[in-house]
């Protein structure tokens, strides 16, 4: 979740170059500096601090919360195999992360940036079916989580072409990958429920919280990526790559 909040902000902000706000971007990079991938970190998180309360000229109002309609689960197989649904996830906290690295390679235009993001929290509507913990846990409520340590790490390349005299990047490929150092999280407001069992679900879950991120992480994984594809590959085609890599 983290990875996508701030790669949003990144790229909205970048269009500002391409507006006469060059200012936003933090100044330009220059491909013959020994350096540069220093000076992409600090343009890139100058782009993050600008964007943290939005930007309506860019058309971003607020920076926050991230949305994700769904997630879904699956813990056994057969017809009393444990089922989850999130819908309607909502994540705050993802603005306050920062990106500690940055590798490029200004030949073949890929990048590579390494964000951490000190605590994000996040809201969802919750149902399940099936049996866990050999009691038959189906219904709904609400689910919370707090996520403290969140590291990532999104790859991307772009290929050149030229449009009315200037540069731009079209997305070829792109690829993220996250963790979380601790993990707390639960439901509450459960139906068809009792507080025992809601007791001994929140039990389950927080002892299992890694091994339950893990069943979610690759349909979050794929969620991500294609957002994230869909707006990069829109915005760079918007963004003349000689406006924030020079010479």
Known sequence: MANYQVLVLFFAAVIASGTSNTHIFGGRCSRRDPNVD???LRSFNSLIEYMKGGAPELGIEESEPIVIDELSIALGGGPDGYRATF???HATGASNMTITNVRSDLETHQFQ????GPHISARARYRSSG???LVRASGGGEYWGEYEGV???VYFRGEPFERDGRTYLKLQQLKLDFSVKDIQMGVEKLQNSNAVLEAALN???NTNAQELLKEMKPELKRDLAEKMSRFLDNILQKIPYDDW???
Not at 113 to 116: A, K, R, W
């Open 38 to 40: 220093a000076c992409l």
């Open 87 to 89: 819908k309607d996830i």
């Open 113 to 116: 940036l390494t964000l951490f």
């Open 131 to 133: 049996v866990l913990l």
């Open 151 to 153: 590291k990532a790490k």
């Open 203 to 205: 039990l389950f879950i």
């Open 245 to 247: 890599i020079v010479d």
